[in-house]
């Protein structure tokens, strides 16, 4: 792809955004649209963010689990960034209508940084003790490809899917907590519908951001202090719609719970 396509479909999906109008697959409109080319578009999204008054406050990790990677025909996880417009605080209620178009849910454990991670050769010491702490959070993912049709380009280009955050109120030590084996139990309306640990992501949360912070480390970005890192779902995405009440509990983290409307 040119440099004006690649303009013209990061301004696409910011519209879609905005509009909340979904629209068809770039994959299925560009035949030689790399993944590259995909980060590019997003930086195009972000751009045109931060022109409209936001600010990066993080970065989130997507694809993390072997079924989705596979479901995707790809080897390794991407990327996207998060924004001040995106996040949500316990107790806070997240909405749907004007918002959001095909939301689904997933529980992670969100990092948040103490001090600045600068790629590559970095290690999961190196991460943990670059963490200031961690907290159980829901990523509300969405996406502004029609019908959720996506291939790996569309997703990247789409800023990894994301659509919004939101944070528990208890932050926990991270070298307090098994990472790779603490449990997470996700309720929908007060029934229990998934359950994973956090070796799904990667074997380990920790591994999940030390491969963002040496991929991004690649091209001379770091993961800065005070960011929020959210590190990539535990378990199956969960479709949600106005009236839905999720709970997300962690084991020797904590617990999360939001309400959609």
Excluded: H
């Amino acid at each position: 792809m040119d440099k004006q396509q690649i303009q013209a479909c990061g301004d696409e999906l910011y519209q879609a955004m905005v509009n909340r109008t979904a629209v068809r697959p770039l994959t299925e409109r560009f035949s030689d649209i790399t993944v590259e080319d995909a980060y590019n578009i997003s930086l195009r999204i972000l751009e045109r963010r931060i022109e409209s008054g936001e600010k990066v406050i993080g970065k989130k990790i997507g694809l993390t689990s072997k079924a989705v990677q596979n479901m995707l025909k790809v080897g390794q996880p991407d990327f996207g960034y998060l924004t001040d417009k995106m996040a949500y605080s316990q107790g806070e209620e997240v909405q749907i209508s004007g918002r959001l178009m095909q939301p689904k849910a997933e529980g992670e454990i969100a990092f948040i940084l103490k001090k600045d991670l600068l790629g590559p050769g970095l290690t999961a010491a190196d991460v943990l003790a670059a963490t200031d702490c961690v907290l159980p959070c829901f990523e509300v993912v969405d996406s502004r490809i029609e019908n959720w049709e996506i291939k790996i380009q569309d997703t990247v280009a789409d800023n990894a899917s994301c659509g919004v955050f939101l944070l528990g109120d208890r932050a926990v030590n991270p070298r307090k907590v098994d990472l790779a084996t603490c449990g997470m139990v996700v309720e929908k309306n007060g029934s229990i519908i998934s359950t994973g640990a956090g070796a799904a992501a990667l074997g380990s949360p920790v591994t999940c951001v030390t491969w963002l912070a040496n991929t991004l480390g690649q091209f001379g970005i770091p993961l800065k202090a005070g960011e929020v890192i959210l590190s990539g779902s535990l378990v199956p995405l969960e479709p949600v719609q106005a009236g839905d009440f999720m709970s997300v509990s962690i084991g020797g983290i904590g617990s999360a719970s939001v309400r959609f409307i």
